[in-house]
């Protein structure tokens, strides 16, 4: 995994096959889950998955639990 100069990791989690949710700060300030399942994550994971891949809901992250 590689940053850019001035990011922060903010949490790592260990997952299942049942995935993992999101949470975090959408539009006007409202609370937001989003849950991925393991097969959603598979284009997050690999060789050129290094960077990362930004998630399609628009939220700032502020947690990430196993579901």
Known sequence: MELDDKEKLLATQAISQKGVR???LGRAAK????NLSAAALGI???KRARKGKALEA???PT???RI
């Open 58 to 60: 628009k939220l700032k």
């Open 22 to 24: 999101v949470t975090g």
């Open 31 to 34: 609370v937001q889950d989003v």
């Open 44 to 46: 997050h994971i690999g």
């Open 63 to 65: 947690g990430i639990t």
